[in-house]
Nanobody
């Protein structure tokens, strides 16, 4: 059974930091490009960041560039998103998603554009 399980969300004050994790199982993790996609309250899905299967290529949305860092540990089948300098605008449910492809970074916002999609973790930035 394929699973993507996000964790690490929570309530944080503006300016604070969080690290999200996404534990993958049931597929060959390093053969898949991974992305983080978020959905703020009352808004549509927004692609946040992506990383290639080998981890050598990364991309970020302009809204998070310089504040968020995506990484992966293929030995642990885990994807990460280190977030710093958080603002209320970062409040959202964060989803991890997987798309088969070793060398590419996937920039997509819809679940049907990926092979696998997690259940999400809530991040709330508020004082």
């Amino acid at each position: 059974e394929v699973q993507l399980v996000e964790s690490g969300g929570g309530l944080v004050q503006p300016g604070g930091s969080l690290r999200l994790s996404c534990a993958a199982s049931g597929f060959t993790f390093n053969n898949y490009a991974m992305s983080w996609v978020r959905q703020a309250p009352g808004k549509g899905l927004e692609w946040v960041s992506g990383i290639s299967g080998g981890g050598g290529s990364t991309k970020y949305a302009d809204s998070v560039k310089g504040r968020f860092t995506i990484s992966r540990d293929n030995a642990k089948n885990t994807l990460y998103l280190q977030m710093k300098s958080l603002t209320p605008a970062d409040t959202a449910v964060y989803y991890c998603a997987a798309k088969r492809g070793f060398a590419t970074v996937v920039i997509a916002t819809r679940s049907y554009q990926y092979d696998y999609w997690g259940q999400g973790t809530q991040v709330t930035v508020s004082s």
